[in-house]
């Protein structure tokens, strides 16, 4: 038997049904139930679909994570589950399903930041963290510049989006070029295949004036508005729409901006460790772009295998047993899901 304690963590902020084990940094299972089928044909994610698809999927995906570990439920040491942001509906699932856990088997619960855990995950493929480092976190629902002195405790936010997340706006993207839901993986695969200077798209708050106000954080409403009114001038015009071309120039245009304000956030923190996370990380192009300027600028890039990237129980497991590791004292039963949980609340007492 190992000294350092097996932790069971619990995602369900949006449409994956995460169930993760772990021992430490060490990775056992990482069971993943996702309904993006499901919301397909609405073109974005549906909560109460969601919600109940986490119903359907939770004991299924435990028991699935179990067995991948070799381990049983008994063996659980602690247990960590996502309190939010995210989903009200589907967060409350996770919840109510970690409390059930922690109150049969008579184990500690931890109810965790969604974006610190984003965070933490990297440990499980490269080790400890570096104190402080730099964390740029690009989903659906979050792009996030954050200054992470300590991912338990102390998580400082630098910027973030103002409007329309980058993962979002390749959603809508997707939607004008008539590419399916989730956009992000279909326009990284028509992007491969085109032109990324053929449309010199718009990028939002990099002007002189937004070095004040906005200096690292994001916006992507209009250049989501450009590129539909670009295809809609084309499509009025009756020519073709070249979508790998346009697929193309709209993913430069976001890798540009998250990469530029990154590595700028880290000069002007002094911090020499870039960290990329969320399901936009999985980008071919951001990862590629990450990497030479970081190399470029001196800052040492981490970033997780794209399976780690998007929403997953390893994640909120990676962050619970550092808890652990640290002497954390464990949530109450009286937590609760908070959709708008902030960034700096890494851990919820109740």
Known sequence: MSDV???????????ETGV???????LLADAVASSAEEHARFGGVVPEVASRAHLEAMVPTLDRACADAGVRLGDIDAIAVTSGPGLAGALLVGVAAAKALALGLGR?????????????????????LPEPCLALLVSGGHSSLLLV????????PMGATIDDAAGEAFDKVARVLGLP????????????????????????????????????????????????????????????????????????????VLTRKA????????????????????????RVVAEERCLAAGIRLRVPRPGLCTDNGAMVAALGAELV???????????G?????????VLVRG
Do not use: M
């Open 5 to 15: 304690p097996l932790v069971l963590g619990i995602e369900t902020s949006c449409d």
């Open 20 to 26: 993760g084990i772990v021992r430490g940094h060490t």
């Open 108 to 128: 500690p619960l931890y109810g965790v930041n969604h974006l610190a855990a984003h965070v933490a995950v990297d440990q499980l493929e490269h080790g400890p």
């Open 149 to 156: 002195p300590d991912v338990t405790g102390d998580v400082r």
């Open 181 to 256: 839901f989730p956009g992000g993986p279909h326009i990284d695969r028509a992007a491969k295949g085109g032109n990324s200077a053929y449309v010199e798209f718009p990028r939002g708050l990099t002007g002189a004036r937004d070095d004040e106000n906005h200096r690292f954080d994001f916006s992507f409403s209009g250049l989501k508005t450009a590129v539909a009114r670009w295809v809609e001038a084309r499509e009025r015009a009756g020519e073709p729409v070249p979508v790998a071309d346009v697929a193309a120039s709209f993913q430069e245009a976001v890798v540009d």
């Open 263 to 286: 590595v700028r956030g880290c000069r002007q923190a002094g911090v020499d460790d870039l960290l990329l996370g969320g399901g936009v990380a999985a980008n071919s192009r951001l």
């Open 325 to 335: 590791a640290r002497g954390a004292e464990p949530s109450t039963l009286h937590f």
């Open 337 to 345: 899901a908070d959709s708008s949980l902030p960034v700096t609340e």
